[in-house]
């Protein structure tokens, strides 16, 4: 969607396409499947876990960080990551308000 598109659109639709696009991706999904699982990682063990190349799995984790959904902490040469328990919590909240419950007895 073109930039000068967006204003047709609610705030709250804009960012809610701008969640979806966050994790639009299987490695993302896999990544924070896996740091749900592991509670943190670093990202050699993505690279081993996933079979992506580090620069791959790096620009992945970089779309994350900016959505907000991952932090890291710094460990020497290593940047060891986690579930931002705050956006997560957003994210959730967000999906399921737009997934609502339609009639069983609904039709098209």
């Not at 659109?9 to 993302?28: C, D, G, V, Y």
Request: charged letters at 20%.
């Amino acid at each position: 969607m073109g930039a000068t598109k967006s204003d047709l659109f609610t705030k709250k639709q804009n960012e809610l396409a701008s969640m979806a696009k966050a994790i639009a991706h299987p490695a993302r999904i896999a990544i924070l499947q896996y740091l749900i699982r592991k509670n943190s990682c670093i990202c050699g063990d993505l690279v081993d876990e996933l079979g992506l190349a580090q620069a791959t799995i790096s620009q992945h984790l970089k779309e994350l960080k900016l959505a907000g959904l991952i932090q890291g902490t710094i460990e020497g040469p290593t940047v060891c990551y986690c579930i931002h328990p705050a956006t997560w919590n957003k994210f959730r909240k967000a999906f399921q308000d737009f997934f609502k419950d339609i009639p069983e007895n609904s039709s098209c």
